[in-house]
């Protein structure tokens, strides 16, 4: 069964570092999304991805965050200048086209952890 | 404005109790409703959708518009059961809203 695969698991960075997590979606998927999870906190939404542009984007979602899309298979989420509140799990998720069977794939998600 | 409550964030109950886990919404439109899952040290996935209407793993949801909920509930809660549940909202954009997640403990 296609997956939605991310990388890394795990990155430790110092605070002011840039970050990439990088996401694989399923192959015929339209919708892409990257929600972050401070530890025992809610899923947050950052951002949504459609036809190669953002489609919607949070607060959270600052200058510092920034997603690309650059070989029609991966889709990244860059952070430029890391904080200490950047820490959580970021999750990848990604979903068809159709409406009506909205469901979305989550990837199992990048540990982030900024020192 | 899009909004998913869920009113509790842990739940116990005994293996065979019933188990009923909150979601109340906030929608203009006609809403998609979703309950995915979290067990521990997984990636969230779908347990079940209202468009379906399936019972996935002995939980069921019915959404009721008049109140605006979509409650999960499973009449005998079993150990495996044990996990995050989000109540997820899919909106204008094909935007997804989810809710703070109840965190369901099963005492065996």
């Known amino acids: 069964e296609p997956e939605v695969t991310q990388t890394p698991s795990h990155q430790v960075t110092q605070m002011g570092q840039e970050v990439i997590l990088r996401c694989v979606p399923i192959?015929?998927?339209?919708?892409f999304y990257w929600y972050r999870q401070i530890l025992g906190q809610k899923v947050e939404f950052l951002v949504s991805?459609?036809?190669?542009?953002?489609?919607?984007k949070s607060e959270i979602f600052d200058d510092q965050f920034s997603v690309e899309r650059p070989d029609g298979s991966n889709f990244t989420l860059k952070i430029r200048s890391t904080k200490l509140e950047d820490s959580a799990m970021y999750f990848c998720?990604?979903?068809?086209?159709?409406?009506?069977?909205?469901?979305?794939?989550f990837g199992e998600g990048s540990r982030l952890t900024v020192l | 404005a899009q909004r998913v409550t869920q009113p509790e964030k842990l739940l116990s109950v005994f293996k065979g109790a019933p188990v009923e886990l909150k979601c109340n919404y906030s929608?203009?439109?006609?809403?998609?409703l979703f309950w995915y899952v979290q067990y521990s040290r997984q990636r969230l996935q779908l347990l079940l959708r209202?468009?379906s209407r399936e019972s996935i793993k002995g939980f069921t949801a019915d959404l009721n518009k008049g109140e605006t909920s979509f409650h999960l509930k499973k009449p005998f809660a079993q150990e495996e059961d044990s996990a995050m549940y989000y109540c997820?909202?899919?909106?204008?954009?094909?935007?997804?809203?989810f809710g703070t997640g109840t965190s369901l403990t099963v005492i065996p």
């Open positions: 998720a990604s979903r068809t086209g159709t409406r009506s069977t909205g469901e979305l794939f």
């Open positions: 192959s015929n998927h339209l919708y």
């Open positions: 997820a909202l899919m909106g204008v954009g094909n935007q997804f809203y």
């Open positions: 929608y203009s439109g006609s809403p998609e």
């Open positions: 991805f459609y036809n190669n542009e953002i489609s919607e």
């Open positions: 209202h468009i």
